[in-house]
């Protein structure tokens, strides 16, 4: 039966205030829309395996959506980027779209406390011919920073880097990635918008992790903001992505 344009309207509403909707647009439909026309058809085959696969797992609300892997898959060319980072992998659309970007002798530093979902992905990633490029440590990113750090080689030596993992962790990402990255390189936090709740009146039913991980969140978008090492740009792709170009 068709629906009355105020059904629809409430119903397109009522998605839109779903965790884990993957567009901040006001309409579904120009969702829809974006990724009919100009995503799907161009997402790289071993892309589109990768989604169907993660689409069946339950953690799936956490996976990169396919206009993300398209915009970081973009970006990456567009910097010339070869030597990366990610620290959130999941079951690795993000690593896929990076490691089909980078060239042949690209690297990727990949961290997550979770294999097991990295290896679900991992022989898509292998059969599309790009696994050389990715390096994968399992565990907390955080003292793999540390170490970095103090050993001292690998200041300034990043290109690009992605976070998407904690969010109570991202500031203390922030204070070692400023070191990593290169001077004109650029690091990119995903989530920076969590779900719209960033402009959440203070008694929204919001679900109990986004409650929680959204204080995190508006204290990273104010310490960036705030940054002079860092020009940023902040994007309404996905759930929000934040670019920081390092400046010195
Ligand atoms: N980028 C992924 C993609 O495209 O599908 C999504 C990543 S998912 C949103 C967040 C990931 O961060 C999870 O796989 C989780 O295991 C990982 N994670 C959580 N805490 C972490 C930590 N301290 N260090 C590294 N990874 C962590
Ligand atoms: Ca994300």
């Known amino acids: 039966m068709a629906q009355t344009a105020s ?50 797992h339950p953690w799936n609300i956490m996976t990169t959506s396919a206009d993300e892997g398209q915009f970081l898959n973009m970006l990456l060319k567009l910097i010339n980027a070869k030597n990366t980072m990610e620290i959130g992998v999941y079951t690795g659309y993000s690593l896929l779209a990076t490691a089909l970007a980078l060239p042949d002798d690209g ?71 400023i070191d990593l990255v290169k001077v004109g390189g650029v690091i990119g936090y995903d989530n920076t918008l969590w779900n719209g709740s960033v402009v959440a009146p203070p008694d929204a039913p919001l679900r109990k992790y986004v409650r929680y991980y959204r204080d995190f969140v508006l204290e990273l978008n104010k310490a960036l903001a705030a940054d002079p090492r860092i020009e940023i740009c902040q994007l309404p792709v996905g759930d929000g992505i934040t670019l920081c170009r390092r400046l010195s």
Request: glycine share 6%.
């Open 7 to 56: 059904a629809a309207t409430e119903n397109q509403a009522g998605r839109h205030q779903e965790v884990g909707h993957k567009s901040l647009l006001q309409s579904d439909d120009l969702y829809q829309y974006i990724l009919e026309t100009s995503v799907y058809p161009r997402e790289p085959e071993p892309m589109k395996e990768l989604r169907e696969i993660t689409a069946n």
């Open 107 to 177: 690297k990727i530093l990949a961290m997550d406390i979770n294999k097991e979902n990295y290896e679900l992905g991992l022989p898509v990633i292998e059969k599309a011919g790009v696994a050389h490029k990715i390096d994968f440590k399992e565990g907390p990113a955080l003292p793999v920073l540390d170490q970095m750090i103090a050993n001292g080689k690998y200041h300034g030596s990043f290109d690009f880097i992605f976070v998407d993992a904690d969010k109570d962790n991202y500031l203390n990402y922030h204070k070692r990635l």
